[in-house]
């Protein structure tokens, strides 16, 4: 399985850059991709370029709610994708829907 990070730069106030060295961390020893998005609807090109492989590809949306959507957009109705969320956009709304966890149990159930 691949595991692709889908990275904002554009999202919330944190430093990438200190965001993909915590990913490298984390992943030490293991193949993991990491796509940066460039421009609206970026993520979506990303997501669909991995979803239509139909190898399993595990994305990490690392953004706020418009990049998950574009992602979601980009391998709607694939099985071969599994998507974790790595909230690091300003509002992250859609991580508050799940009241009894925190936006952190998002981020550290990578």
């Known amino acids: 399985m691949k595991d692709v990070f889908i ?11 200190e965001l ?17 998005t460039k421009s609206p609807e970026h993520a979506t090109f ?16 690392c953004g706020g709610d418009g990049t998950l959507h574009e992602v979601i957009n980009g391998c709607a109705e694939k099985e071969n994708v599994t998507i974790s969320v790595i909230p690091i956009g300003t509002g992250n709304d859609f991580v ?3 009241e009894d966890l925190k936006s952190s149990s998002f981020a550290n159930g990578w």
């Open 7 to 17: 990275v904002n730069p554009k999202s919330g106030k944190n430093s990438q850059y």
């Open 20 to 36: 993909i060295q915590e990913i490298k961390e984390h992943f030490q020893g293991k193949r993991i991709i990491i796509e940066k």
């Open 46 to 61: 990303i997501a669909k370029k991995y979803a239509l492989s139909n190898e399993p590809v595990h994305l990490y949306v």
């Open 96 to 98: 508050k829907y799940f």
